[in-house]
């Protein structure tokens, strides 16, 4: 019983960590992209070329989200793959 609480207290841990990651991620991306809007308006505000930075940068802001929220493997699927390695098939 004790071995589960501690492998359930360090997916805890590891999902607390992954969160700060991700906020620091958006935090990050939100800054930069904000300076960048600035430069563009500063600058004359013509084509509005920060979208690439933006979109391109989302693009990992939202991997980011997915790996984050995304479900646990289900045991089934572990002991699926579990049986795939062992069979030697890649």
């Known amino acids: 019983m004790a071995e589960e609480e501690e492998e359930l207290r360090a ?3 590891k999902q607390i ?3 700060r990651d ?3 991620h958006i935090f990050v991306y939100v800054l930069v992209n904000a300076f960048l809007v600035l430069i563009w308006a500063v600058t004359g505000a013509g084509f509005f070329w920060p979208v690439f930075v933006m979109a391109a940068w989302g693009i990992g802001v939202i991997m980011n989200i997915w790996d ?3 479900a646990e493997p289900t045991e089934a699927e572990v002991r699926r ?3 795939r390695l062992k ?3 890649a």
């Open 81 to 83: 793959e579990m049986e």
């Open 87 to 89: 069979s030697g098939r």
């Open 17 to 19: 960590k992954k969160k």
């Open 68 to 70: 984050v929220y995304r």
């Open 11 to 13: 997916r805890a841990v």
């Open 22 to 24: 991700l906020a620091a």
